[in-house]
């Protein structure tokens, strides 16, 4: 009978240590835990951020593009005679010996 009990004792003695052993186990996983919780919600306020510039950015980069179309529209055009020449090679070819209105001899 004292052998069974020193077996019982032996075994509740393993059972007890595995037991704590769990436990630590358990409170490092919880900790894990906690951290990993905090570092999410830290990545979470930076995707915030930085959806919240990317929409700055977008509405910045549409302001530009309608500033540069407004700029674009009052250029003259190639069919618009008020365009400017100015490398003059639109001229040679065309009249060739010729010489324009307004040109002395």
């Known amino acids: 009978m004292l052998t069974e009990l020193e077996q019982l004792a032996a075994k509740i003695g393993r059972v007890l240590h595995h037991a704590d052993t769990l436990a630590a186990e358990n409170q490092r996983l919880r900790e894990e835990i906690d951290r990993l919780q ?12 930085m ?35 100015l490398l003059g090679e639109g001229e040679t070819p065309a ?8 040109e002395n001899a």
Request: no cysteine; proline share 2%.
């Open 95 to 102: 009249r060739g010996g010729e010489k324009a209105t307004g």
């Open 38 to 49: 905090a570092e999410a919600s830290q990545l979470r306020g930076d995707r915030e951020a």
């Open 51 to 85: 959806a919240a510039d990317r929409e700055l950015l977008n509405i910045k980069i549409e302001e530009a593009q309608l500033r540069i179309q407004s700029i674009l529209d009052k250029l003259p055009t190639a069919s618009d005679a008020r365009q400017l020449d």
